[in-house]
Each structure stands twice: as C-alpha cells, then as structure tokens.
C-alpha cells in the first residue's frame, strides 16, 4: 500500500491482509542472499525479546520473487516525526523505552540493543516501542553469545567506540538529548544538555551522557529513578499558566559551544 520507510539493512511498507487488517512488513533492501540472511537473523532477535514495550512480530511474508520480510505491528511513525518534545512527554514516550530496555538487557547475561535511536522508536497512542535488532546481541535461546560490534548509528554511538550495555546507556542519554531538542547529534559530537527547572532529569540525562561507561547509571536503576522523575515533570508542567509557557531552555554543549534551544507546548 505504500513505503513507510527505509534503514540500514530493509524497507518498511504499510500492508494490508485479506481481512483488511493493517500491518507493516520489512523487507530486505535488495534481493541478495546476503540482505535475506540479515533480514533473518534480524527475525530471530526480535522473536527473542518480544513484548509489551517491543513492536509486535507477527510472522514471514513471502513475495512472488521469494523474498522473505517480516509482518509487524502497524506504529503510528517514529520519534523524529513528534518533534521537540517537553520533559514530560520525553518521560511518557521513552518510558517504554526504558522498560523495553531493561527486558532485553535482563535476558542474558551481556544482551544489549545496540542501535537505539529516534527511528527505532516507534510511537502509537501516546505510548512508544522498541524496534530494529538487527544489531542486538544476546538473550534467551542464543546459545552463543557474539561480542561487541562498531555498527550502529553515528552521533548516538558511544564514545567507547564498541556497542555494550553501558553504550546502550549512552545511545539512551542521545536519545533524550534528541528529544527535548529536535535535533539528530552528530558524529563526535560531545553532548550535555541543560534542562530548566527539571534538575534531576538534567542530572540522570547528563549521567547516560557520560564518556566514561562506568559513570553511567544502569537501566535497572534509571527504571528505579521513574517514578521521581516523572514526578518532577509533572510538578513543572502544572506550574504552566500559559498553554505556551516555554517548558524546556536546554543547552546543548558542543565542543564549548552552547546552543539553547527553547521548546513550546503544541497548542
């Protein structure tokens, strides 16, 4: 019915089942057995971490030409498509992302995600879901467990240059960064950011942030941070006399260089 959109390993298409059933499949970029054997090993990591805060797997699809994609649950659109969003809503959205996080890390010892990012997070119904892995590693049913990889998107890639739990912290930290200021990092860009009147979201997003991987918090203790967080948020939010009361003064600090950018509520 259409493209929804293209990434590093497939491209998304909106279909339809003979029911009239909406649902999205990825199919791999080219007809290689190279893309298709991606595309596969993509499936089994998906299938492995399944669940309320991952997009939906449905199962294989298999075109005339014998390419093989993956039937999922049809997302509203991604993270980039909601603009600058206030400390509030990046709580509510990337809750579910935290949630989804911690599962995967918690299925095997090691497990990460790997490529956390605006376009992997899918958003429908004001909630949000993990999606594309890819490049994931680990979890239950991988009898084996490959190390590290240098993929991954650049900008949110950790500064460690090799993909782990504690990167995935970090990619997190971008991914809130990102966020609150409508703006993709950029490669070897050193990130910080300033959040008026929210100090402990400052305060964790700043830690995700951190060079050194030790520094970052785990997402098992930032789920423990929730609850306050979304309180603080919510506190400043009904503080709001003005539906275009301007919530977020965040810097972002680039080589020295402060950008502030000032975010408005949608009216």
Known sequence: ?????????????????????????????????????????????????????????FGRVRLANGAVGLALELMDGDLTKMGRLTPELALQYLEGVIHGLADLHGSAPGAFHGDLKRANVLVKGGKAKLTDFGLARGGVGQTVMVGPHQGGTPGYFPPEGFTSQAGD???????????????????????????????????????????????????????????????????????????????????????????????????
């Open 169 to 267: 912290m970090y990619s997190l930290g971008a991914l809130f960064w990102a966020s609150l200021l409508d703006q993709e990092p950029l490669p070897q860009q050193s990130l910080c950011i300033q959040i008026a009147n929210h100090p402990q979201l400052e305060r964790i997003v700043n830690r995700l942030l951190a060079q050194n991987p030790a520094e970052r918090p785990t997402v098992f203790e930032l789920q423990r941070l929730l609850p306050t967080l979304r309180a603080e948020a919510k506190a400043q939010s009904a503080d709001a006399s003005d539906p275009l009361w301007d919530l977020l003064k965040a810097a972002a600090c680039v080589a020295g260089v402060v950008l502030v950018a000032n975010a408005l509520t949608s009216k």
């Open 1 to 57: 019915m259409g493209e929804l959109g293209k990434g590093g390993l497939g491209i998304l298409l909106k279909c339809r089942d003979e029911q009239g059933l909406l649902f999205a499949v990825k199919f791999p970029k080219s007809g290689s057995f190279a893309s298709q054997a991606m595309l596969e090993d993509e499936e089994r990591r998906l299938k492995r971490h399944q669940g309320p805060n991952v997009v939906a797997y």
